[in-house]
Each structure stands twice: as structure tokens, then as C-alpha cells.
């Protein structure tokens, strides 16, 4: 869910004119939003918009970093979502899973962390992100 781009800008400067972000929402209008405020800009050719399923990813590419902010607790399927986030993960690839307190309670989170093992990922850290949830994963 990258909504209007807050975080997809931020990160396709982050990686510089050789690196790519994949920009995934499941809504066509939070895509539209990024694309105008990226539109004519050097930007442009660093974001690529991908619209997802409710319950698919759908992207085949194999990335290095995975962001999923305020993300896991709307997914109906988040076992399927992990595995999928699993399997389109580099080598050695990573995952940051933040999720909001307000919507998702302590044990709620514990039960995403556990499904993310379950897919495979291993608790790198659990950075503190006041006053969210988080957990930083990598793939192996």
C-alpha cells in the first residue's frame, strides 16, 4: 500500500538513479496520486506503479527491501502475503513490517511475526518506531 508516495519518493532518492521502486497499491486512486506528484520529474523513471489484487501482489521481479507500512493488518490473507513478500524477496533480502497501534494489538502483531517465520523470514531486529509496531526481517 504505498498510498499517495510519501514513502515511495523518499526511497527512490534514497536509491539513486540506478535503483528502482515498486510503487503497489490496491487502489487505482492512491496510484494516480503518486504518478502526479512524480509526473516530469527525475522521479518518474525510478518509481514503477503496479496495481495489486486484494489478496495478490502479482509482481514477479525479485527485489532487495520490502516495505509494508500501516499494510499487514488490512490484508484478508496475511500468510498468503507473507509467502508472496517471501518469494519475491533477493537472497539475503529484507522486510520491514510497521503496523500501527491503534489497529493492531500486541498479540495481533506477535501472530504477523509468527506467520512471517512460518514464511520463511528471520527476525533481524525489532527497531523501536514510537509508538508503532515493527519488525525488521530478512530472507533465509
Known amino acids: 500500500g504505498c498510498g499517495p ?4 519518493i523518499e526511497m527512490a532518492k534514497m536509491v ?12 487505482e486512486g492512491m496510484l494516480q496520486k503518486l504518478r502526479d506528484r512524480i509526473q ?8 514503477r506503479l503496479h496495481k495489486c489484487e486484494i489478496n495478490k501482489l502479482g509482481l514477479s521481479e525479485h527485489v532487495d527491501f520490502v516495505l509494508a507500512f500501516y499494510v499487514v493488518h ?16 533477493k537472497p539475503n533480502g529484507h ?3 510497521i503496523e500501527p497501534p491503534f489497529h493492531t494489538s ?3 502483531f506477535d ?4 506467520k512471517a517465520q512460518d514464511a520463511g523470514l528471520k527476525i ?3 527497531p523501536k518506531i514510537f509508538p508503532n509496531k515493527v519488525v525488521f526481517l530478512q530472507n533465509g
Open 124 to 126: 533481524v531486529s525489532r
Open 5 to 8: 508516495g510519501f514513502f515511495s
Open 16 to 27: 539513486g538513479k540506478s535503483g528502482r521502486v515498486i510503487a503497489a497499491d490496491l487502489q
Open 95 to 97: 522486510v520491514l513490517i
Open 74 to 89: 488490512e490484508v484478508p490473507d496475511q500468510q498468503s502475503f507473507l509467502n508472496e513478500i517471501k518469494s519475491i524477496l
Open 40 to 47: 516530469g520529474t527525475e522521479l518518474e523513471k525510478r518509481i
Open 106 to 108: 500486541k498479540k495481533d
Open 111 to 114: 501472530e504477523v511475526v509468527r
